[in-house]
């Protein structure tokens, strides 16, 4: 059984930094895609920043500039650094995985104070 697990959350200033990370356990199984989403209190959830296994990148507006998103394929696990963290980045985030069906991770709070 495949499981997502996300470490790294936090509470952080305005202007602050954070690096999220999920590893996959539970098989050697591949993910195609990995990414984030978020979702903040009273809103639905929303994408943050996927990677293919190849490396190829899609974020979201809200993240350009400031979130970098990586992936070790090898360990089978994918990263997302956060810079200039503002208050509306304050959400649970949420690892992804697709491979054939979509996975999710149980989130990790990020906070960020103003």
């Known amino acids: 059984q495949v499981q997502l697990v996300e470490s790294g959350g936090g509470l952080v200033q305005a202007g602050g930094s954070l690096t999220l990370s999920c590893a996959a356990s539970?098989?050697?199984?591949?993910?195609?895609?990995m990414g984030w989403y978020r979702q903040a209190p009273g809103k639905q959830r929303e994408l943050v920043a996927t990677i293919t296994r190849g490396g190829r990148t899609n974020y979201a507006d809200s993240g350009k500039g400031r979130f970098t998103i990586s992936r070790d394929n090898a360990k089978n696990t994918v990263y997302l650094q956060m810079n200039s963290l503002k208050p509306e980045d304050t959400a649970v985030y949420y690892c992804?995985?697709?491979?054939?069906?979509?996975?999710w991770g149980q989130g990790t709070q990020v906070t960020v104070s103003s």
């Open positions: 539970g098989s050697t199984f591949s993910f195609n895609t």
């Open positions: 992804y995985g697709w491979g054939g069906r979509d996975y």
